[in-house]
């Protein structure tokens, strides 16, 4: 990718400092309300997972104002969000899934399985809202076997289906479970102009929320992005040609980057805070593998789905941020009502930095109350 147009001889030469200053000041922008934080980020990703919490509360306790585990699934029914799948499965605001939809699914249903749904449908309508139980006790589609291997409820697949088409949407959760209510019929197909120009705010999107970022994790990105909009699965390609005279863009140790236009990575406004944060798995600094490493030299892995004796970090490590840098990793769990943390380092013991020191157990604190400890 060529560098962008702005770039000249006389600008010193942009470095992977830059980048990464780039991405921690951006990423984690000063917090504000839910709304708002759920917007600038384009979307949120959900894990169910709880260690200490899950991993979209633990994403937005560094972005929203006094938040607290829990208050997305709290405040989500009298909110403008959508439970849905864009790149991964998550919440977005409800501009950003129309986005997507009508939405073709990859596998396609027998008149059998339609009727089912049609049936689950004016089920549903009468009811106004219902939770999986309630159409499985009704229904009583009986028993599948789920992509684990074990047993699911069939009505437990079909409800899931009809969200994934569209069908329905995510009124509410009771205890982590979906409560599902109609969701209003999508217009046609949109045309091929429609289309180009949806594909372009999605992209955008990605870029926004993961910037700076290789250009081979965007492809990466527009890849997931086939599970949200498999219909224009073919389209990546041309979407991507498009975006490349809009970003900007540069070569840095023999990688190419990319970035809002309207962005620059040798700005002086990009200034992280000196302060010590515990991210989860999933947080937008932590997602993209590739960049992880080239911005800190080591590898972090996901470990929850790894048998116990190969795991070398823990069951869900939480990659531990200095400043700029990701130095090592903490596992947290509550015992007593207590919050009893663990910590692994890359150089293999502790800053002895007075400022580190306070930092982690500011960042603690904080934990205690985001988790209802203190």
């Known amino acids: 990718m060529p560098p962008a147009r702005w770039h000249h001889a006389a600008m010193p030469p942009l470095t992977l400092d830059h980048l990464r200053r780039h991405a921690v000041a951006r990423s984690l922008f000063k917090p504000t309300t839910l709304m708002r934080a759920v917007g600038r980020l384009g979307f949120v990703q959900a894990d169910p997972i709880r260690a200490p919490a899950r ?13 607290r585990a829990g208050d997305l699934e709290r405040r989500y029914p ?13 919440f977005l605001p409800r501009a950003t899934q129309a986005l997507m939809h009508p939405r073709s699914a990859r596998e396609s249903w027998t008149p059998a399985r339609w009727r089912q749904a049609q049936a689950v449908r004016e089920f549903i309508a009468e009811r106004g809202a219902v939770h999986p139980r309630e159409v499985d006790a009704h229904f009583d589609h009986g028993k599948v076997t789920n992509g684990f291997g074990g047993a699911s409820n069939a009505s437990t697949q079909l409800l899931d289906g009809m969200h994934y088409r569209g069908l329905l949407r995510v009124a509410r959760r009771e205890g982590g ?4 209510a109609l969701r209003e019929p999508d217009a046609a197909m949109p045309d091929a102009d429609e289309i180009d120009r949806r594909l372009d705010r999605m992209l955008d999107l990605l870029v926004r929320k993961y910037a700076p970022l290789p250009e081979a994790s965007l492809r990466q990105l527009m890849s997931h992005l086939s599970r949200g909009v498999p219909q224009w699965h073919a389209a990546r390609a041309v979407t991507l040609a498009r975006a490349r005279a809009r970003l900007g863009a540069a070569r840095v140790d023999g990688v ?8 620059s990575p040798r700005s002086r406004r990009w200034r992280p805070d000196a302060g010590v944060r515990l991210l989860t798995p999933f947080d937008p600094l932590v997602w993209d593998r590739r960049r992880f490493e080239l911005f800190w030299h080591w590898r972090y892995r996901f470990e929850a789905y790894t048998p116990a004796s190969r795991r070398q970090l823990g069951y869900y490590a939480l990659p531990l941020l200095w400043g700029d840098r990701v130095i090592g990793w903490g596992n947290l769990s509550i015992v007593a009502g207590a919050l009893v943390p663990g910590f692994g380092y890359v150089d293999g013991k502790a800053p002895r930095d007075v400022a580190f020191r306070d930092g982690l157990e500011a960042e603690l604190d904080r934990m205690r109350v985001f988790l209802g400890l203190a």
């Open 177 to 180: 479970t979906r409560v599902y």
């Open 256 to 263: 190419d980057w990319i970035w809002p236009a309207d962005e």
């Open 78 to 90: 009298r909110l403008a969000l959508e439970e849905d799948f864009f790149v991964n499965y998550g």
């Open 55 to 67: 991993a979209q509360d633990l994403t937005l306790r560094h972005r929203v104002v006094d938040y």
